[in-house]
C-alpha cells in the first residue's frame, strides 16, 4: 500500500530535514511518498526539501495546505504529519494495517512533546484514549483516500481544523490511536510556559466545543512567534 505522507510547512527551516527523514525511514518510493505543501514560508524552507520529496505551494493556512498536498497525492493512504512532528520508527507498518481493517476511518498516534519540561513529563505518560476531541494534528492524523474524499478534505478555517477532521472521522467510522509515539516540539510551550500553555489549550477547546468561541476567536489568541514572522 503506498501512503503519502503530506507536511503542512510554514518557515520550518530547522525542523523540516528531520521531519522528512523521520518519514522516509528507508521506506521504498512504492510504500511511501513524501509531499511538503509550503504556505509561502520567508526562510528557504522548500529549498531543503531533497529531489525525491514534492513540493507544492500554497496560500497560508494549515487546512488548506493539507488539502493542496493531497491533491497532488498518489497514495491509497494519507497521513498528515507538522514540519515540527517526527513519526517514529514503524509508523508505516502500523498505519497499513489500521487502514486494513474495513471499519475504520482513521486515526492519530500518541504524542511525545520534546524537549519535556513541567507538566509535560507528565503528559508524556500518559495514554491518551481514542477520542475525536483529544486527536490533534500534532500527534499526526491518518486516513484513507477514500475516506478523506468522503469527508471533504480538511475546513479552510484559521484553526480546530484538525478537531473538525477528528470529528468528521469520528462520524464516518471507528477511529484507531496508534500506541507508537509521534515526537514533536514543545516549542509553544516552550514560549508560553509548559503548565501555563497547557492549561490554555485545554481552556481553548472548551471554549470551542462547549462555549461556542468559533476558529477565528481561537486563532486570535493562539499565535506562535513562528507564524507571526511570516
Known sequence: MLISVIIPALNEAENIQTCIEAARRGYSADQVEIIVADGGSSDGTPDLAPPDVTVVHSPRGRGVQMNRGAQVATGEG?????????LPRGWYEAVVEVLRQPDVS???????????????????????????????????????REIFEQ??????????????????????????????????SSRRFLERGATRQWLFTVWCMIRYLYLGASPEDIARVYRSSREERA
Open 106 to 144: 482513521g486515526g492519530n498516534f500518541q504524542p511525545l512533546i520534546s524537549p519535556a519540561k513541567g507538566v509535560l513529563h507528565l503528559v508524556n505518560h500518559i495514554i491518551f484514549p481514542t477520542d475525536w476531541r483529544i486527536m490533534f494534528g500534532d500527534s499526526a492524523q491518518f486516513m484513507s
Open 78 to 86: 494519507f497521513v498528515f504529519c507538522h514540519a515540527d512532528s517526527y
Open 151 to 184: 469527508v471533504g478534505g480538511f475546513q479552510d478555517i484559521p484553526l480546530m481544523e484538525d478537531v473538525e477532521m477528528s470529528r468528521a472521522l469520528h462520524n464516518a467510522g471507528r477511529l484507531v490511536c496508534i500506541r507508537l509515539r509521534v515526537k514533536t
